[in-house]
């Protein structure tokens, strides 16, 4: 890994929302719990030095459309990810709202926030313009699905100038195949990869 690929950069944690984390949600990944401590680890660090945090949240169009097809769950009466469809999950008090960040990684005042309706955290939104704006050079990327919403990001990173890692330990599938071949492949032609605790220590 170059020793330029973390200068100017911004932790972007991709779609760890309700849906996708909670036990019982509609596209739950249950892998995505065991990323929590990693997540909060570099959150930590990057609040602490002032760095850039910037959270993706998947949000399911309310017609229908191409998406559905895959992503079944995403139709009525489950409305995976509707804005303020709320939903009771088995690991929660109360009802939440669905397409919300976890309250374990629960955003702050001063954090991004871009709410995406397909896999990418690019296509569509006013991402790389923010990122320019604040002379971000380089990102981490984490989140969950690995080898959908997440590498879909990733790859976007690339083509947009970025210099992007995916964080090994705070990503997660629902298929570990899947999961260990995009790393592999992300690693052989798009940018790097590493874990949360190699890049904790290169930050300091």
Known sequence: MEGNCLKQVALLIVDMQNDFVRRGAPLEVPDARNTIAPHRALLQAFRRRGW??????????????????????????TKCCWHGHRRRYADAAEELECAEVIDELAPESADVIIDKFGYGAFHGTALANILNERNIKSLLVTGTVTQICVEETAREAFHYGFQTTIVSDAVSSFAPDLHAATLKNFAMKFGWVADSADLLRRLD
């Open 52 to 77: 850039p945090v910037v959270y993706t949240r998947f949000v399911s169009r309310q017609e229908p459309n191409l998406l559905w097809n895959w992503s079944p769950q995403c139709r009525p009466p």
